[in-house]
């Protein structure tokens, strides 16, 4: 019988492409799945299809019932930042390993994000689109003023 891995809500980073390549030629069978933050537990049981593994987003909290529900799972590996979903006390009473990816899948599209809300603060994006949408841009408004960062 394969081994099933099933992997939640990863959409992202190219998760999903990672582990199908880091598995090619191995007998895993690979779920991808996809939840609401209300999905009833009955529906994830369901659709997560009893893995031995399951690669755990953020939209889900795992813990000891959906752990109980799931008698073939032996680890849940995060992907992403924390473990704020995952009930340790739950997960180490049932004898689930928890885990995470590795770091480098997140590192560049958080430092990209980061500089891309910097930039939109400089130069008061926000505020220049409710200015737009208002009606009240003009030529001579404060938002047209790029001489800090060209020179004049």
């Known amino acids: 019988m394969p081994a099933k891995i099933s992997i939640e809500n990863v959409r992202l980073f190219g998760v ?22 209300e999905t009833p537990i009955e529906e994830m049981c369901k659709k997560l ?18 752990f109980r529900r799931l008698p073939r799972l032996k680890a ?5 930042v924390g473990y704020d979903n995952i009930i340790l ?9 928890v885990s995470r990816l ?7 599209a958080v430092a990209e994000q980061t500089v891309a809300l910097m930039l939109s603060l ?7 689109h409710e200015f737009v949408k208002r009606g009240e841009w003009r030529i001579d408004s404060d ?4 001489e800090e960062l060209i020179g004049e």
């Open 16 to 37: 999903a492409s990672d582990i199908s390549k880091l598995i090619q030629g191995h007998d895993v069978e690979v779920i991808k799945v996809y939840f609401g933050r």
């Open 102 to 108: 590795p770091p480098y899948l997140l590192n560049d």
């Open 122 to 128: 400089l130069r008061k994006i926000p505020q220049a």
């Open 76 to 80: 849940v590996i995060r992907w992403g």
């Open 89 to 97: 006390e739950d997960a180490t009473r049932e004898g689930v390993i």
């Open 49 to 66: 299809g009893n893995p031995d593994i399951i690669i755990a987003g953020s939209m889900i909290t795992y813990n000891g019932e959906l």
């Open 143 to 146: 938002f047209n003023k790029f």
